[in-house]
T-cell receptor
Framework: DSGVTQTPKHLITATGQRVTLRCSPRSGDLSVYWYQQSLDQGLQFLIQYYNGEERAKGNILERFSAQQFPDLHSELNLSSLELGDSALYFC?????????????FGPGTRLLVL | SQQGEEDPQALSIQEGENATMNCSYKTSINNLQWYRQNSGRGLVHLILIRSNEREKHSGRLRVTLDTSKKSSSLLITASRAADTASYFCATDGGFKTIFGAGTRLFVKA
């Protein structure tokens, strides 16, 4: 158990809908990362937050947004969902957001868009 | 793309044999990390090697780094069925961590 929690574990929804994925980092970690893992694209970095502020942006679509709250939990919002958004979404956390640190991954949320 | 590439894509070996996986990347790095992912689960950090290091060991794991060739290898010695998983290399790209496509390792008991 990494100490990172993600909810829900599974999510099934329809195209055009909007969903929110939630992540709670390890106790003491200030940085949160979001990744998307699909069969054809592999593990793609989406976005990173550090202590409530956006620190780095990756291949995140404009339909997707995220935020980190004062209690350091983070939410990833996916809107106008398309079939191709079906994937595993992972959250990871680290102490200071330095890319030389170990990232601790949550168990993921499996999203299926029908 | 700055994404690293693992080689081979898939590897099947017998328990007790050694498994070697390779990773190549495209840009200069400060460090390279290896992660393991059991089917459908989150990634677990295995080892980090800095750009000024050439080799690092952790238990049955041995990682080498050749910055001149922009490549790294992960060796798992005396493999066990429990080592069956996907293995990813990850490089630092500014503030981003960039993962390769992974090597799927299957260890037959």
């Amino acid at each position: 158990d990494s100490g990172v929690t993600q909810t829900p574990k599974h999510l099934i929804t329809a195209t055009g809908q909007r969903v929110t994925l939630r992540c709670s980092p390890r106790s003491g970690d200030l940085s949160v990362y979001w990744y998307q893992q699909s069969l054809d694209q592999g593990l793609q970095f989406l976005i990173q937050y550090y202590n409530g502020e956006e620190r780095a942006k990756g291949n995140i679509l404009e339909r997707f947004s995220a935020q980190q709250f004062p209690d350091l939990h983070s939410e990833l919002n996916l809107s106008s969902l398309e079939l191709g958004d079906s994937a595993l979404y992972f959250c990871a956390s680290s102490v200071a957001g330095d890319n030389q640190e170990t990232q601790y991954f949550g168990p993921g949320t499996r999203l299926l868009v029908l | 793309s700055q994404q690293g590439e693992e080689d081979p894509q898939a590897l099947s070996i017998q328990e007790g044999e050694n498994a070697t996986m390779n990773c190549s990347y495209k840009t200069s790095i400060n460090n390279l990390q290896w992660y393991r992912q059991n089917s459908g689960r989150g990634l677990v950090h295995l080892i980090l090697i800095r750009s000024n290091e050439r080799e690092k060991h952790s238990g049955r794991l041995r990682v080498t780094l050749d910055t001149s060739k922009k490549s790294s290898s992960l060796l798992i010695t005396a493999s066990r069925a429990a080592d069956t998983a996907s293995y990813f290399c990850a490089t630092d790209g500014g503030f981003k961590t960039i993962f390769g496509a992974g090597t799927r390792l299957f260890v037959k008991a």
